[in-house]
Nanobody
Framework: VQLQAFGGGLVQAGGSLRLSCAASGTISIYAMGWFRQAPGKEREFVAAIKWSGSSTYSADSVKGRFTISRDNAKNTVYLQMNTMEPEDTAVYYC???????????????????WGQGTLVTVSS
C-alpha cells in the first residue's frame, strides 16, 4: 500500500484545515493513523481509526479539536483540524497498520506503511 498525504498549508491560529491521505490500494483491512513531527522534536501520535471506522483514538493535545475519519470506498483517510494552535505546526504523516490491537495505535512502530508527509504551519 502506498500512501500520500496532502492538504497541508499555512493557516492562522484558530483556523481549520483538513488533511487527506490517499492510498494506492485498499485500506479497508488496515487501521489508519496520523502522526506529526515538529522541528527539533520527536514524532508524536495524533489520531488513529480502526479498520471499520467504528472507533477512533486521539492524543490529549488534540482531543476536541481534531477528528479522524475514513472512507474505505475511496481508500482515503481524513484529519479535520479545528481551532488550530501554533503548537500544531509540524509535518503530518499518515500510516497504515495491520494490527487489531488498539492499545498499540499510538506507537509508530505498529504501522506498516507510511506516507511522505505534508507540512502544516499555524501562524500566531
Amino acid at each position: 500500500v502506498q500512501l500520500q498525504a496532502f492538504g497541508g498549508g499555512l493557516v492562522q491560529a484558530g483556523g481549520s484545515l483538513r488533511l487527506s491521505c490517499a492510498a494506492s490500494g485498499t485500506i479497508s483491512i488496515y487501521a489508519m493513523g496520523w502522526f506529526r513531527q515538529a522541528p527539533g522534536k520527536e514524532r508524536e501520535f495524533v489520531a488513529a481509526i480502526k479498520w471499520s471506522g467504528s472507533s477512533t483514538y486521539s492524543a490529549d493535545s488534540v482531543k476536541g479539536r481534531f477528528t479522524i475519519s475514513r472512507d474505505n470506498a475511496k481508500n482515503t483517510v481524513y484529519l479535520q483540524m479545528n481551532t488550530m494552535e501554533p503548537e500544531d505546526t509540524a509535518v503530518y504523516y499518515c500510516a497504515a497498520s495491520a494490527s487489531r490491537d488498539s492499545y498499540y495505535y499510538k506507537f509508530g512502530e505498529t504501522y506498516d506503511y507510511w506516507g511522505q508527509g505534508t507540512l502544516v504551519t499555524v501562524s500566531s
